[in-house]
Structure formats: C-alpha cells, structure tokens
C-alpha cells in the first residue's frame, strides 16, 4: 500500500516544497507551462502504459514522434488543411504501432529487440525524407492546438484529460483491457485459456502509435515546425513515467492515473530546476535515480509475496 501511495505522496511533497522554495511557482503562467510542457510525454506514457502492462516495452516512440510530426507539419506545408495534416500524423503513428505490433506478433521476436531496431529504422527514414531540414510552412492557426485554451484552461490539458479518460475505461472496462493484464501476468496461461494474444498485442502497439502520433502534433504546434531531430529522449521518460507511477516492467500492473503522476513528477522536476536554477543536466541523473528506485521497490514489493 505505501509503495503504491508513494508516488502521490511524492507529488506532493514536491508540489508543496516547490510552492514555498519560489513564489515564481504557484502562479497560473507556470502551472500553465507545466501542462503544457509535459502534455507530450503524458500522451505518450499513456500509451506505454498499456503496453509495459502487457510486458512489453517501445523504444520507437520518440522517433514515431519525429516521423508523424514531419509529415505532418510537411502535409500542411504541401497546402492541406489543418484537420487534414493532424489525420495523416495519427495515421502514420498507427502504422508504425501496427508494423511493431506485427513483427513482435507474427515473427515472435522480443519486443525490446523490435523496438529498438525500429527506433533506427524510423529516425533514419525521417532524416532521409526530409535531409535533415524541418518542415515549417505551416499556418498560424495551426499554434492553437498547442497553445490555445478551453474554458480558462489549456487546450492539451482537455485534450490529455479525454485520452486519459478512454485509456482508463479501456484497461478497466473493455475485453482488450483485462486481456492485457492477462497477457503480461503470464501470455503462455492467456494463451491456453483462449485469448487471441497476437492480435490483441499488435491492437495494443497500434494504440500506442496512434496515441504517439496525437503527441507527435501537439510537439509540432507548440514548435510550429515538423523537426527530423524531435523526440529524442522521449521513449525514456514515457517509460520512467509509467515505471515511476508504480507500473511493473514485469507486465501486469500499471495504472493510467499512476502514470500521470509519474509524468508530472517529471514535469514538476524540471521545471522547479529551472526555477531554482539547478544545473538541467542534473535532471536527468534524477530521472536515472527516480527510475532505479521504482523499479528497486517493485522487486523487493514482490520478493515478499508469497510463492
């Protein structure tokens, strides 16, 4: 029970120390470039939760970012609308997510391996399509999806808060969702039980493309330039996020709202280090440290379990 309230906790210790450590920090400019700074990587880990729930792991995600965002911003570029340019960013984040799914499905090669061999693949197609150039003949409407607000509130944090929505009814309440969890406590017993694994793993890694590909044009608006480069990074904190939030990369546990702890535990560390002025690289050592002690915790939480 504490390693699971841990995370909240932590939330809001650092949320309470960094209120009183700067006045700079409370203010609704800041909270407002925290949501959206973070918003991204929030997209993303949902998406990663889903699938470290079924043991498995994307280490493409970054570059599925970059290669949805190019073509994305390049569509607007070639003079397609808006709504247009954000379809055709989804549609190439659910490809990518289809074609991880199929090899890892059908070829019955580790997921870790799959991944990271497309993490290659995928940012050097970007980097050759657009010769390393960035796309950025987009319209100044196209900023809105970024940076505009609903109702007094940023525009992505409605947006995140829908995907959030979906993710938790799907994991709690859909067929898909329980088979995940199956599927990550033990896939050889879901297996033999009925559960058409292969097709509900490579559904699983579509989700997550198409949730990347969401990401990939909210990081293109807030730019306003499709980057070949962008990404870069992201698939770690997407998995320290989910890791930190009390998912297990052994499969089978995780949680949306987790998850969203664990990314704004991120969020609010890097922007209280720029407040305080810390150095920024030292965000990373305590992103490395965040994610070795919740990954400590989780081995020694299940050490004590009964056989």
Same mark, same amino acid.
């Given at each position: 029970?504490?390693?699971?309230?841990?995370?909240?906790?932590?939330?809001?210790?650092?949320?309470?120390?960094?209120?009183?450590?700067?006045?700079?920090?409370?203010?609704?400019?800041?909270?407002?470039?925290?949501?959206?700074?973070?918003?991204?990587?929030?997209?993303?880990?949902?998406?990663?939760?889903?699938?470290?729930?079924? #043991?498995?792991?994307?280490?493409? %995600?970054? !570059? @599925?970012?970059? $290669?949805?965002?190019? +073509?994305? /911003?390049?569509?607007?570029?070639?003079?397609?609308?808006?709504?247009?340019?954000?379809?055709?960013?989804?549609?190439?984040?659910?490809?990518?997510g289809l074609i991880n799914g199929f090899l890892i499905?059908?070829?019955?090669?580790?997921?870790?391996?799959?991944?990271?061999?497309?993490?290659?693949?995928?940012?050097?197609?970007?980097?050759?399509?657009?010769?390393?150039?960035?796309?950025?003949?987009?319209?100044?409407?196209?900023?809105?999806?970024?940076?505009?607000?609903?109702?007094?509130?940023?525009?992505?944090?409605?947006?995140?808060?829908?995907?959030?929505?979906?993710?938790?009814?799907?994991?709690?309440?859909?067929?898909?969702?329980?088979?995940?969890?199956?599927?990550?406590?033990?896939?050889?017993?879901?297996?033999?039980?009925?559960?058409?694994? #292969?097709?509900?793993?490579?559904? %699983?890694? !579509? @989700?997550?493309? $198409?949730?990347?590909? +969401?990401? /990939?044009?909210?990081?293109?608006?807030?730019?306003?330039?499709?980057?070949?480069?962008?990404?870069?990074?992201?698939?770690?904190?997407?998995?320290?996020?989910?890791?930190?939030?009390?998912?297990?990369?052994?499969?089978?546990?995780?949680?949306?709202?987790?998850?969203?702890?664990?990314?704004?535990?991120?969020?609010?560390?890097?922007?209280?280090?720029?407040?305080?002025?810390?150095?920024?690289?030292?965000?990373?050592?305590?992103?490395?440290?965040?994610?070795?002690?919740?990954?400590?915790?989780?081995?020694?939480?299940?050490?004590?379990?009964?056989?």
């Amino acid at each position: 029970m504490l390693q699971r309230l841990l995370p909240f906790l932590t939330l809001i210790t650092l949320f309470v120390s960094l209120s009183i450590a700067t006045p700079n920090f409370l203010t609704h400019l800041n909270l407002s470039t925290v949501v959206r700074q973070t918003a991204v990587i929030n997209i993303i880990a949902l998406g990663m939760t889903l699938i470290i729930v079924t #043991s498995g792991i994307d280490l493409s %995600v970054g !570059a @599925i970012l970059a $290669l949805s965002g190019f +073509l994305g /911003a390049k569509a607007m570029e070639a003079g397609y609308s808006i709504p247009m340019a954000i379809l055709i960013g989804l549609t190439v984040g659910t490809t990518c997510g289809l074609i991880n799914g199929f090899l890892i499905t059908r070829l019955k090669i580790n997921p870790f391996i799959v991944t990271l061999g497309m993490l290659g693949v995928i940012r050097g197609m970007t980097l050759t399509i657009s010769n390393g150039l960035p796309a950025s003949g987009v319209p100044e409407g196209f900023s809105f999806l970024a940076t505009g607000t609903l109702l007094g509130l940023p525009l992505v944090l409605w947006i995140l808060v829908v995907c959030a929505v979906a993710m938790h009814f799907v994991l709690e309440y859909t067929k898909l969702g329980r088979y995940a969890f199956a599927i990550g406590s033990n896939p050889d017993a879901a297996y033999y039980a009925g559960v058409p694994v #292969s097709f509900h793993l490579t559904f %699983v890694y !579509a @989700i997550a493309g $198409l949730l990347t590909g +969401l990401a /990939a044009m909210i990081e293109a608006s807030r730019l306003m330039t499709g980057q070949p480069t962008a990404g870069q990074g992201y698939e770690l904190q997407a998995i320290a996020a989910v890791v930190i939030g009390g998912g297990s990369l052994r499969g089978g546990e995780g949680t949306v709202l987790g998850t969203l702890i664990g990314a704004f535990i991120m969020g609010l560390l890097s922007n209280g280090s720029d407040l305080l002025g810390i150095n920024p690289y030292l965000q990373q050592t305590l992103i490395g440290l965040a994610i070795i002690v919740a990954v400590t915790l989780d081995e020694l939480r299940k050490r004590r379990l009964p056989k």
